[in-house]
């Protein structure tokens, strides 16, 4: 009997039902590609952001080895390297910190951006900040001695306040540095609104962000501040350790252990939160 080497074309075709079997699966395989890509990309720019937090966050435990207090939001009385929070960091860092710097390196988180229509664009000097500096704790932006923020106590910027050296936020105010938020994404916010590209980390009622911030800037940002990180920020805190909380938990939160957070006294202050 003769044995046939080589088998005709009909033994070797695939059925109509196989080949939809193998479309089928190659289909399923590019949608999970498709689906895995934007994710992977996601995290990557979850871990860049991370790593720059955790770098100012570094930059801001060797200020305090200097100094013995927090850098000050904004000093126009102190004319050295201290004078706002960015250029102190930043000389730590040994880096630039103007404007044009600002979207760059350790100050650009890869997953934010600066949209087109925002108030930032009539005013370009300013800059659309990444990062944001927890300068008045719970509660609309004060330059009294009612921030419970690493700011200055208030801005000594008048010839009868007290010496700046009074106003500044010592190191040993802060009563419990790994639970008290210092630098993390640029944003600011209640249950109802998020507002991103300030340069302040901070929460406060719905209708303090609504009247003196949201209504400042576009109407989208609430929806970039959810979409950033997928609902989450980072954030480092007083003693240098970085955590990724969510959103929620930033601005919606009404535990003791979320509202505490935010102060140096360590303590909720619910008040903060009234109109």
């Given at each position: 009997?003769?044995?046939?080497?080589?088998?005709?074309?009909?033994?070797?075709?695939?059925?109509?039902?196989?080949?939809?079997?193998?479309?089928?699966?190659?289909?399923?395989?590019?949608?999970?590609?498709?689906?895995?890509?934007?994710?992977?990309?996601?995290?990557?720019?979850?871990?860049?952001?991370?790593?720059?937090?955790?770098?100012?966050?570094?930059?801001?435990?060797?200020?305090?080895?200097?100094?013995?207090y927090?850098?000050?939001?904004?000093?126009?009385?102190?004319?050295?390297?201290?004078?706002?929070?960015?250029?102190?960091?930043?000389?730590?860092?040994?880096?630039?910190?103007?404007?044009?710097?600002?979207?760059?390196?350790?100050?650009?988180c890869p997953a934010a951006?600066?949209?087109?229509?925002?108030?930032?664009?009539?005013?370009?000097?300013?800059?659309?900040?990444?990062?944001?500096?927890?300068a008045n704790g719970l509660g609309p932006w004060v330059s009294t001695n009612n921030?419970?923020?690493?700011?200055?106590?208030?801005?000594?910027?008048?010839?009868n306040e007290p010496p700046i050296s009074t106003a500044r936020v010592s190191e040993s105010e802060v009563v419990n540095p790994s639970e008290m938020f210092a630098i993390g994404d640029a944003l600011f916010g209640s249950p109802?609104?998020?507002?991103?590209?300030?340069?302040?980390?901070?929460?406060?009622?719905?209708?303090?962000v609504s009247t003196y911030v949201h209504g400042f800037f576009d109407s989208e940002s609430t929806k970039r501040s959810y979409a950033r990180h997928q609902g989450k920020a980072n954030v480092v805190f007083c003693d240098g350790h970085v955590e990724s909380p969510t959103l929620q938990f930033l601005f919606e939160d009404t535990s003791d252990d979320a509202l505490s957070r935010w102060n140096r006294d360590h303590q909720p202050h619910r008040e903060k939160l009234s109109p």
């Open positions: 009997m003769k044995h046939r080497l080589n088998p005709d074309k009909k033994d070797l075709a695939f059925t109509l039902v196989e080949l939809l079997v193998v479309i089928a699966i190659i289909a399923i395989l590019a949608a999970l590609l498709l689906a895995a890509i934007p994710q992977a990309k996601a995290r990557a720019q979850r871990i860049q952001c991370a790593n720059n937090v955790r770098q100012l966050g570094m930059a801001l435990q060797m200020f305090k080895a200097d100094h013995n927090y850098p000050p939001f904004l000093d126009p009385a102190d004319h050295t390297e201290n004078r706002y929070w960015k250029n102190a960091l930043g000389y730590e860092m040994d880096i630039h910190t103007n404007v044009s710097y600002f979207p760059k390196g350790v100050w650009h951006y600066r949209p087109s229509n925002t108030i930032w664009n009539l005013h370009p000097e300013t800059g659309y900040d990444d990062y944001g500096y927890n921030s419970l923020g690493l700011a200055n106590h208030w801005l000594p910027s008048l010839p109802s609104f998020v507002v991103d590209g300030v340069n302040t980390l901070g929460r406060a009622s719905d209708e303090w």
